[in-house]
């Protein structure tokens, strides 16, 4: 809707989900002649934006990214292969599990717990999914969901720090906190 306004999308507040522009937030810069609220009112104080400038014009203002990300463009078979992904979010989703021996982790925690009595074996999980992520880095990835005129993403963000929120079901029910920063900590 900007692109046939001929409204250049990075100057409109967004007041969607994680920032975004709405279609709302487009018709209101337009009923207001152009003219846009200070960033405080238009999204919440937590929200981080940057622009991103990636050699050549500026492009879409993509929001939480810190000076220690990535930002990458998308190009070739990889934007081709967004494009298929992206659709496939209309398909349902699937889990799958599988059993694995942790006699060594268990014993492993046990031992822990003589000296750290509270030890559930839910941190030894979270470590190794960070583990895996400064392996993997790919895999802790924020994609960009501005697309591009044939319909393809256009970049996405490998982020730095690994935080994760673990679904907890506490007395006062269901409870997501986030851990910051997984890389950098202890199992302890």
């Known amino acids: ?6 409204i250049d999308i990075s100057l409109v507040p967004g007041t969607g989900r994680g920032g975004r522009v709405t279609k709302t937030d487009i018709i209101n810069y337009m009923k207001s002649g152009g003219q846009t609220q200070t960033q405080s009112q238009s999204a919440p104080a937590e929200t981080v934006t940057q622009t991103v400038v990636l050699r050549g014009p500026k492009i879409h203002a ?14 070739g078979m990889k934007k081709a292969m967004t494009k298929t992904m992206t659709e496939s979010l209309s ?5 799958f599990s599988d059993e694995i021996n942790a006699t060594h982790l268990i014993a492993l925690r046990k ?3 003589k000296v750290h009595p509270t030890l559930s074996i839910l941190p030894f999980f979270i470590k190794a999914c960070s583990i895996a ?3 993997y880095p790919v895999m802790n990835t924020h994609v960009d969901n501005d697309l591009d005129d044939e319909g393809y993403i ?3 963000v490998i982020k730095k720090d690994h935080n994760f929120s673990i679904a907890i ?4 029910g269901l409870t997501v906190p986030n851990i910051k920063q997984i890389q950098d900590k202890s199992i302890l």
Not at 1 to 6: D, L, N, S, Y
């Open 91 to 95: 398909i349902p989703s699937f889990t």
């Open 169 to 172: 079901d506490s007395k006062d």
């Open 111 to 113: 031992e822990m717990k």
């Open 133 to 135: 992520m400064l392996e």
């Open 1 to 6: 809707m900007a692109k046939k306004e001929g």
């Open 62 to 75: 993509l929001t939480g990214v810190t000076e220690q990300d990535s930002v990458k463009r998308i190009t």
């Open 154 to 156: 256009q970049r996405y």
